[in-house]
């Protein structure tokens, strides 16, 4: 079995770390794959920097779909390969094509609610060689059914993984960034990380720690990410009169001593929001933290009730700080909810188990189809 992944987004968002987490464990496992993405990407120097093999592919080829299609060919039958994972929107339509024109096995990630396909030829090349999907939600395979009228025998559901050694909580990190940042030790941190748009619940947030500040003075809340919504969001916070305790920190290409510095990780998701399994959520794991979130597309994946975190019926601002009270004032909990939380991303979200899951994919659509 020998493997290309395909990604040709210059951004790396949820299909790019998927990808790139699925690289590691394959380099793990000594599988024999190659990336192709775009020269200079971020994805590009995350792999270069592993060790990853690449398979460079230049930026201006991507408005040529016929000279995209002409070296992806190339490469497929120079290198003998056997099956093509494209892993977004971006590259489904020219992993398609290549897959068709070698006769190659065709699997992509599908991991939003976008259409499988845009236009007449982009859906006769989907239906024909597109083989199988593979998507991190329940939601998802849903849509894909009903809307897109996708074979659901064609449909596998592998959560996503992280390699643990790369995500855990690191008390140094906690005390330099706190420190850094103008947090005291015995300050009770609830974070948040996300672009600040709508459907990402940061005002929801805002509104609950106004309510429940007066009574817990030593909590703070850190606001992680960039958006449209900061400038509103920055108001919000000074109307409510919590400007003094709520950190807007900005972009961050380092997200480790973020996390660590967190006691609380909060994520009040409004319906309508595209990132039904949010990665961020999954990392709140990794790193042992007592997590509220809201009951909003595959969420609850992350949360055993009442064991690691509260999901939250709806988008209450009583019930967000009911539950954000719970922990504040609960240093017990709060350590008890992050050991479960620990192990609920042990059980479900690391790189072997995903690995394992999507090459038992691979294979199996190699050895029916072969």
Do not use: W
């Amino acid at each position: 079995m020998r493997i290309l992944l395909l990604n040709l987004s210059g951004a790396f968002g949820n299909n790019e770390f998927i990808l790139f987490q699925l690289a590691l464990g394959l380099k793990k496992q000594k599988a024999d794959f190659t990336v192709a993405c775009l020269k200079n990407s971020h994805l590009f120097f995350k792999c270069k920097r592993s060790n990853i093999a690449i398979f460079e592919i230049e930026p201006k080829l991507q408005s040529s779909r016929l000279k995209l299609n002409k070296k992806l060919v190339q490469f497929i039958r120079e290198q003998k390969l056997s099956l093509i994972y494209s892993s977004s929107s971006d590259d489904r339509a020219a992993a398609s094509a290549a897959a068709f024109t070698t006769k190659i096995k065709h699997i992509a990630l599908v991991n939003d609610f976008n259409p499988l396909h845009e236009g007449l030829i982009d859906r006769k090349l989907t239906e024909y060689a597109l083989h199988h999907v593979i998507t991190t939600s329940k939601s998802i395979v849903n849509t894909l059914i009903s809307r897109e009228k996708f074979d659901s025998s064609k449909i596998s559901v592998v959560l996503p993984g992280l390699n643990e050694h790369d995500f855990y909580r690191d008390d140094i990190k906690r005390r330099n960034v706190r420190g850094l940042l103008g947090f005291a030790d015995d300050h009770i941190i609830i974070g948040n990380i996300g672009n600040l748009l709508p459907f990402e619940g940061q005002a929801l947030l805002l509104e609950a720690f106004a309510d429940i500040l007066p009574e817990y003075t030593r909590a703070r809340v850190m606001i992680v990410g960039e958006g449209e919504l900061k400038d509103e969001l920055m108001r919000q916070a000074q109307r409510f009169g919590v400007q003094k305790q709520v950190l807007f920190a900005g972009h961050r290409d380092e997200f480790s001593s973020m996390y660590s510095s967190f006691d609380i990780y909060v994520q009040p998701y409004a319906e309508g929001n595209k990132d039904v399994l949010p990665l961020s959520v999954m990392q709140a794991l990794a790193y042992r933290l007592p997590i509220i979130i809201t009951n909003v597309g595959d969420m609850a994946e992350f949360v055993e009730e009442g064991k690691n975190g509260f999901v939250l019926p709806n988008r209450s601002k009583n019930q967000l700080a009911d539950k954000i009270t719970a922990l504040v004032s609960d240093d017990s909990l709060r350590e008890t909810f992050g050991e479960h939380s620990f192990n609920i991303f042990k059980s479900r979200f690391v790189n072997d188990r995903m690995t394992d899951q999507t090459i038992e994919v691979f294979r199996k659509i190699l050895d029916s189809q072969a």
